[in-house]
C-alpha cells in the first residue's frame, strides 16, 4: 500500500509513520505539512490511504478531499483532536475517523479496514430464480463463495461494491445497478445511492435535520439514508 500522511504537526506525522513501518504491506509513505502541497501531491501521485489532520491552516482535511476528482481520492483515515467531525468524516465517505492521541490498536484497526477495501477482488453472481442466492469471488489462486443471505450491507466503493460480511468486505467489480437487480427486494433495499442494507440487519432510524437519516445495523455500523429513499425503508420496516 502507498499512503500518505498530511497533518501541519510534525510530531503527529512522526507518530503516523512509526506506526505504518510496523506492518509489511505498507510499500512506501509520503508526508505533507499542509494542504495544498497535499492537493498537488494527489494529482501528480497515486496513493492507496491518506490519513488527513481535518484542521490545519489553510486547506484542511475535508478540502483536499473535495479538491480532487474522485478518481484521485484515495483511501480517507481522518485524524483529528476534536470528536465533533465525525458525521462530516461519515459524509466525506472516510474509512475511519482516529482520535489525538491516537492508539496503537484503534490505528491498527483503521489500517485493517483499508486493507479490506483495498482488496482487489473479481465476482459473478449464481442465481437461483430471480434472484441472486451468492457470489462467487476470485481471491487469488482461490474462489470465495459469499452467500447474499450472509451479506449484512452494500456499499459503492470506486469501481467496485463492498459486500459486508461480519468483519470482512468483499469488494467486487459491479454497479450499484447491477447488484440491486440481482438482490430480492423483500430483503435488501438502496437507502442512498451508494448502500444497500438487508432489511433484518437495521436496528434503529435517527432522522437528522435536513430529513436524512442515520440507519445504525444491529452490529452498531452507522450508515446514511438519503431523504429521496427513507419513506421506502421506513414502509419496508412497518413504520
Known amino acids: ?35 495544498e502541497q497535499a492537493v498537488e501531491l494527489l494529482k501528480e501521485q497515486a496513493f492507496d490511504i491518506a ?20 478518481e484521485r ?35 491498527d484497526e483503521a489500517l485493517g479496514r ?23 469471488a476470485r481471491l487469488g489462486h482461490r474462489d470465495v463463495v459469499v452467500r447474499t443471505s450472509d451479506v449484512e450491507w452494500i456499499e459503492a466503493s470506486g469501481d467496485y461494491v463492498g459486500l459486508h460480511v461480519g468483519d470482512r468486505v468483499h469488494l467486487v467489480r459491479e454497479t450499484m445497478q447491477q447488484i ?19 432489511v433484518d440487519r437495521v436496528a434503529e432510524l435517527e432522522a437528522l435535520s435536513n430529513r436524512d437519516c442515520l440507519v445504525r445495523l444491529i452490529d452498531g455500523t452507522l450508515v446514511r439514508a438519503s431523504r429521496s429513499y427513507v419513506d421506502g425503508l421506513r414502509g419496508a420496516l412497518g413504520l
Open 114 to 136: 483499508a486493507r479490506k477495501h483495498l482488496h482487489p477482488i473479481a465476482s459473478t453472481s449464481v442465481r437461483e430464480g430471480p434472484y441472486a442466492r451468492c457470489f462467487t
Open 180 to 198: 440491486e437487480r440481482v438482490l430480492d427486494p423483500a430483503c435488501f433495499i438502496r437507502i442512498h445511492r451508494s448502500t444497500i442494507v438487508r
Open 51 to 70: 490519513f488527513l489532520d481535518v484542521r490545519m491552516p489553510g486547506l484542511s482535511g475535508f478540502d483536499v478531499l473535495d479538491a480532487l476528482p474522485a
Open 73 to 107: 481520492r484515495p483511501l480517507p483515515i481522518m485524524l483529528t483532536a476534536y470528536d465533533q467531525y465525525a458525521l462530516r468524516a461519515f459524509e466525506a465517505a472516510a474509512v475511519d475517523y482516529l482520535l489525538k492521541p491516537i492508539d496503537d490498536a484503534r490505528f
Open 1 to 35: 500500500m502507498r499512503v500518505l500522511v498530511v497533518d501541519d504537526e510534525p510530531l503527529s506525522r512522526r507518530g503516523v509513520r512509526l506506526r505504518l513501518e510496523r506492518h509489511d504491506d505498507v510499500l512506501a509513505i509520503a508526508e505533507c505539512g499542509d494542504g
